[in-house]
Every structure is written in C-alpha cells, then in structure tokens.
C-alpha cells in the first residue's frame, strides 16, 4: 500500500457506506487525515472509528443551513484542506422537498455539493495543490438542464431529476475548474455498484437496482476512480471526466461551457451569495 497521501487532509461527504466509505479508508490508509460528514452521528462516528478517519461531521447536506454549518465547523476546527470528495447524493422516485422548501434531489445532489465546495474554497486555495472530485453519473447522458424549473415542479419524473443532477455535476467541476485554476477539478462514473442505491424508494424502482445489487461491481471497484482522481501523484487534469479511472468524454450537454456558466450563477441565487 502506497502512503503517497501522507499529510494531506481530506474531507469525504456520504462516507458511512459505499463507495463513499470505501474511497474514505482507502485514503486514510495512504497517509491521509481523513475526515467524513454523516447524518447518523453514532454511525458515523462507528464508521470513522472502522476506518482510520481521525474527525466527522454530522449534517444532513440536503438543508443548506446544515451545509453552511459543517463547513463554518470544518474551517474552524481543521482549518486546512487539500482533497474534497464530494460523494453524498441519492436518487428519489416520488418528488419531495427538504425542510427548507427545496425539491430533494436538487439541493442534496447539486447544491449541496456546490455550496460546501463555495465555503471551502478559501481552505483549497490555501493548500497550493488541492483537488476535488464530484462523483456524478453515466445517467448524466439522458439529463437536460431545465434552468426555468430545475426544483421539477412541473411534470416531476425521479429518472430526469436525477440525470439532471448528475449532469449538473460535470457542469460545476467543469466551471470550477475554469474559475479556480489553482484547484484540480475533476468528475467521475463510479459504475453501477452494489451498494443498496435507491434502496429508500420502494416498488419497482428498488427492484430494478436490486438487480444493480446482484450483478453490479463491488464497492471497492466503484470506488477506485474517486481514488485515483484525490491521490494520484501523476494526474495533472483539471475539468475532466472519468470512468474506470481513465478520463472520457462527457455527452454534449456536459461540454456546453455557457450552461456550466449559467448553472453556477442559479446556483449562487439558490445558495445566497
């Protein structure tokens, strides 16, 4: 095992189970000092303990204010970052707001993200040699941006909220990447993994990802590229996309640096500037 982390401090949003927990230990077992955000604050502390993480956070990243909250924290407790994985994200079949009054899968998969980034970003620039890595999706390829109701409160549909997210994904790393040059800004398909994904949702859809769960890749192999992508000593990319740990090209969509620029100038209007 490679200790080519050593040092460095890393902080893993939705890291007590899947790929999250898994890319989590991998670190911490290359020298880094891990810290991991949860909601369950006995779990996650369970799960720091398992995993050789020395900190945790307990928010639930769907409410902004939680968001707000763990990073205002992170800044004042750790003071330091050179590695943000963000990780946390889900998948709803029905449509349902967070206690703030926002569609679920938006504020949890994308403005999460993007606002914890935004709060942290005084800490990445600090480190000289930071990176973050957006876990998003291949379902990106079906998402389109509806920039006029991207909350779906029109014709609500689980799968195009999701792919809209994941596409929202690329498009921030992308854009981060050109506004923070200074910063390695990189997304990723994890693959289709065995982790109980869109488990919480009952009916047919838990039963298709059953189906991910009995022929899907392992935890471990999903999250490899995260990995790669917060330890690698030789990448040097930044706005790239990746899958099985080599970078790919995203759908069209993905590529349209004027709707990444749009994208993050709604988000700065959700999340407040």
Known sequence: MTRDMVGKSVLVTGATGGIGQVTARELARRGARVYIVGRNAGKTARVAQDIGAVGTLVADLSELAQVRRAAAEFREQVGELDVLVNNAGAFYGRRQETREGLELTWALNHLAPFLLTRELLPLLRASGDARVVTVASEAHRSGRLRLDDPEFRRGYRGWAAYSQSKLANILFARELARREPGVSSNSLHPGLVRSGFAHNNGGGISRLWSLVDRFGITPEEGARTSIRLASAPDLHVSGGYFRQEREVRPA????????????????????GR
């Open 252 to 271: 069209a969509q993905a590529l349209d640096d004027g709707a990444a620029a749009r994208l993050w100038q709604l988000s700065e209007e959700y999340v």
